[in-house]
């Protein structure tokens, strides 16, 4: 034992530092375009700054005034509906589309139908969200729009709206977008993770008599956990730092409807030129984020290790 | 690419600086050097515009009285000038002449903060200030504090722009209607075409066109003094004035009574100028930048007017020529923009569906042409250029959009909408 210990641990520390070297242009362009421009954010968030010339120091005047700051904070509250929108809405819809997929549409029309379904829901996510909101935006347009249209053809006239420009709308619309968008990044996870569950697990529960829900419950459900919990924490993530499709469709309007924290940030710090401020926006959205994140994989890591726990 | 851009950038920026040790020559502030190669020009204006058809000839004309002297163009936008002017004349890579948006917000920003060159006595030297008309001038000149209308010369607008209303005439004539040429009548020929299912106003809630609409109103009832106030600060702004709110009351009585979509909302500026080409909306009230595309696509007869009863419009110089404080080569940008001023560049500017500044007037050949320039005159005869509604304060673009949508939507009363531009207005204008 005396004489084994020392070359098991010689043997582990030696992957240990070449792998370190590996690590290591990573974290220097890691240091370099996260780091260090979060740290002069931050630093910026601090002053009174316009963007050019010497800025001031204003200690916590910017937060200050963010915390009284309406706008901003209305700009939150439309994030967590983004977060039902890109996060809670395709994981669950996507979750049921998978199993539908693998288990059923893959069962009795062949692979291949699944394979072109599964692309068709995954393009969004292949298409630049400019494109694509330039799109949604001629679709959901007032007056010739292709909803408006099709609804007048199929005598649903009434319910003609202007999806992007009432603001009892205009949220729900963009959300509906997002959810369109999104879709695909789950569902590609959830039937990548459902290729390793053990198909004798489904076979027994047929045998058993249990329907699609019940193995869609009892089986599918818990067998990828795992990536539901990360696709849950990747996609508020993206959620909260949305900016894109606000910009493309609505720039925040009508009358501030839409707006997000990150479209506020930038509007803050490019038309308003207040870059001190918007530099205090984009430290605390930061911090936000980071801080769900962190929450996201500690529940992610405390259930696997329950779930280890159990089955030992 | 542009790691090689930037090296070549780099390499002309050695070797004229190499030059100029060598020769010994040059004036104080940097530039002026005689036996310099190069002149990097950037702007944004489309080839087809007339502005882009009168910049080309100007670097011709350029090289061909500059021999040996390269024009080195690169092509912006707007919204990349806009958005990284500021980044850019701070750092080494600046051109040596630039065009850029005027006002206290933009090239007011960047005198005070000195980046760009004081061309007073150049504008004396070579006879700018005699060409310009003072609504024209006034974006040119700007005080310590960055706010126009005196102080240095910062900039030089070779063209204007102004706001008009244009009409669909085969429209007008199809409903009977005569061409507005007093208030009463154009709210007539709304009110029939709206009798008729038609919207009749052009309108776009998420850019600018509504905000100047809701400007013109409240300029229909406003003077010089009151422009003064708000855009220079002279005086003290009240939104609650019977101006801005006889504006606000009629712009929200007119979305009401159908003159205006509620579904213009969202629609962009590009959205409005459409709708006019397809013929859907028989009037648009929006600036003479407009001109052109009309003149080539549009397939009716169309007119335009002044905005009846009322002295004053949203117009101004257009868009300046600046000279970064650290352009290389500001002798042969003083030149450029010399040539611009030429009445040949300025002829041809007239006769591309431009405003020009100083153009001669009988050179100017197509009638159109004539009529656009003609409205200018009499506006310019009259100090009636009033500038733009989101000029005073900067981000007031984004307040007026957001604002006004919520005041088509009907989601805030008038008089609230006034508050709300107050606020804005008072937290971001200087105080003096």
């Known amino acids: 034992m005396k004489v084994r210990a020392p070359r098991a641990s010689r043997a582990s520390r030696a992957p240990r530092d070449s792998y370190a070297v590996f690590l290591l242009p990573g974290g220097l362009v890691f240091l370099a375009v996260i780091v260090v421009p979060f740290l002069m954010n931050t630093g910026v968030s601090f002053t009174d700054w316009q963007g050019v010339g010497s800025p001031s120091w204003s200690g916590l005047a910017n937060y200050r005034d963010l915390m009284d700051d309406t706008e901003f904070w209305a700009s939150f509250r439309h994030s967590l509906f983004m977060v039902v929108a890109m996060a809670a809405i395709p994981t669950a819809v996507g979750l049921v589309l998978a199993a539908a997929l693998f288990d059923y549409v893959g069962k009795h029309f062949g692979s291949r139908i699944t394979t072109v379904l599964r692309a068709c829901f995954y393009l969004p996510q292949v298409l630049p969200i400019a494109v694509a909101g330039i799109v949604w935006s001629w679709i959901l347009a007032p007056d010739n729009g292709s909803l408006n249209e099709l609804l007048e053809a199929v005598g649903l006239g009434g319910w003609r709206q202007d999806w992007l420009g009432d603001p009892d709308f205009a949220l729900y619309s963009v959300m509906g977008v997002m959810v369109w968008v999104q879709l695909g990044f789950p569902l590609v996870v959830f039937m990548a993770g459902l290729q390793r569950v053990d198909p004798q697990l489904y076979e027994a529960a047929e045998l058993d008599g249990a329907g699609w829900w019940r193995r869609f419950r009892h089986i599918t459900l818990p067998q990828i956990r795992p990536e539901v919990y990360v696709v849950l924490t990747w996609c508020t993530i993206a959620a909260l730092k949305v900016f894109g499709a606000v910009y493309v469709l609505t720039k925040g309007g009508p009358g501030g409807a839409t707006d997000v924290p990150s479209y506020f940030s930038f509007s803050t710090f490019f038309e308003k030129t207040q870059v001190g401020y918007g530099a205090a926006i984009s430290t605390v959205l930061t911090v936000i984020i980071l801080a769900l994140s962190l929450v996201g994989l500690r529940l992610q890591t405390r259930a696997e290790d329950a779930e280890e726990g159990a089955r030992t | ?432």
């Not at chain 2, 007017?305 to 970064?324: A, K």
């Open chain 2, 1 to 432: 690419m542009l790691t090689a851009r930037r090296r070549v950038a780099a390499s002309v920026a050695a070797v004229l600086t190499g030059s100029l040790l060598l020769a010994s020559c040059g004036g104080s502030d940097g530039g002026g050097s005689s036996d310099a190669k190069t002149l990097r020009l950037w702007h944004y204006e489309a080839p087809n515009s007339a502005m882009g058809a009168a910049w080309t000839e100007a670097i011709k004309e350029f090289e061909a009285t500059h021999p040996g002297v390269k024009v080195k163009f690169e092509e912006k936008s707007f919204e990349q000038i806009q958005k990284t002017a500021p980044m850019v004349l701070n750092s080494s890579d600046a051109p040596d002449l630039m065009e850029y948006n005027k006002g206290n917000a933009t090239a007011g920003l960047l005198s005070k903060q000195g980046l760009l060159t004081d061309l007073s006595a150049e504008a004396t030297k070579r006879g700018w200030d005699k060409l310009l008309s003072p609504g024209v001038r006034t974006t040119s000149q700007y005080d310590g504090d960055g706010v126009m209308g005196s102080g240095k010369w910062y900039g030089v607008p070779n063209y204007a722009e102004y706001t008009m209303v244009y009409f669909n005439k085969d429209l007008f004539a199809k409903y009977k209607l005569a061409e507005p040429k007093t208030f009463d009548e154009l709210v007539a020929a709304m009110k029939t075409f709206t009798e008729n299912d038609i919207t009749p106003l052009a309108n776009s809630g998420a850019e600018y066109l509504a905000q100047q609409y809701v400007y013109q109103l409240a300029l229909s009832k406003a003077d010089r003094s009151w422009v003064d106030s708000y855009e220079l600060y002279k005086g003290k702004t009240d939104f609650h004035d019977a101006a801005w709110t006889y504006a606000a009351e009629t712009f929200a009585d007119w979305v009401k009574k159908g003159y205006i979509g509620k579904s213009s909302t969202s629609a962009k500026a590009e959205d409005a100028g459409v709708s006019f080409l397809q013929g859907k909306a028989p009037i648009l009230f929006s600036g003479s930048w407009w001109y052109g595309r009309f003149q080539d696509e549009a397939k009716f007869d169309w007119g335009t007017t002044l905005w009846p009863g009322s002295t004053l419009t949203p117009g101004s110089g257009g868009n300046l020529w600046v000279v970064p404080k650290s352009a290389e080569n500001k002798e042969l940008a003083y030149d450029f923009v010399d040539i611009t001023m030429s009445k040949k560049i300025q002829n041809l500017l007239g006769n591309k569906g431009g405003v020009p500044v100083a153009a001669d007037t009988a050179a100017i050949t197509d009638p159109k042409a004539k009529e656009l320039i003609t409205h200018f005159n009499t506006l310019s005869g009259r100090d009636g250029l009033a500038f733009y509604p989101d000029w005073p304060v900067p981000g007031f673009y984004d307040v007026l959009v957001s604002e006004t949508q919520k005041l088509i939507t009907g989601s805030e009363k008038p008089d609230d909408y006034l508050d709300a531009l107050q606020e804005a207005y008072d937290k971001g204008a200087p105080k003096r």
